[in-house]
């Protein structure tokens, strides 16, 4: 979706009311109104959706199962209603240290 811009028109009298008008960012903004051919200033109304590597979505794929288990990590979860942790990746690769198949939370 691309983002929202607000233009107002710059007139004699000052600032017109903002109108909105929604383009890609790889447009030029529009520098006169289409209609009236008066100058145009562009102002943002919302952020741009853009993905870096530090969103959610790409945090998530490398807290993966097997991104985890890749990296030479092991992943526990905790059961709620027992309090012990489960693993459900393992370390591979050459470190491959063994590791319990079940854990005791100390804080219980």
Do not use: W
Not at 60 to 78: D, H, M, P, V, W
Request: some cysteine; overall charge neutral.
């Amino acid at each position: 979706m691309p983002p929202t811009y607000l233009y107002t028109c710059l007139n004699a009298e000052g600032v017109s009311e903002p109108f909105e008008i929604e383009h890609a960012m790889a447009l030029a903004p529009l520098s006169h109104h289409p209609e009236t051919g008066q100058p145009l200033q562009r102002y943002y109304k919302e952020a741009p959706g853009i993905l870096t590597q530090y969103s959610e979505r790409s945090t998530q794929a490398r807290l993966s199962t097997k991104n985890i288990e890749k990296a030479g990590f092991t992943k526990y979860i905790r059961d709620k209603a027992s309090g012990q942790y489960h693993r459900i990746a393992e370390a591979t690769g050459a470190a491959g240290a063994q590791t319990p198949e079940t854990l005791k939370n100390p804080h219980l």
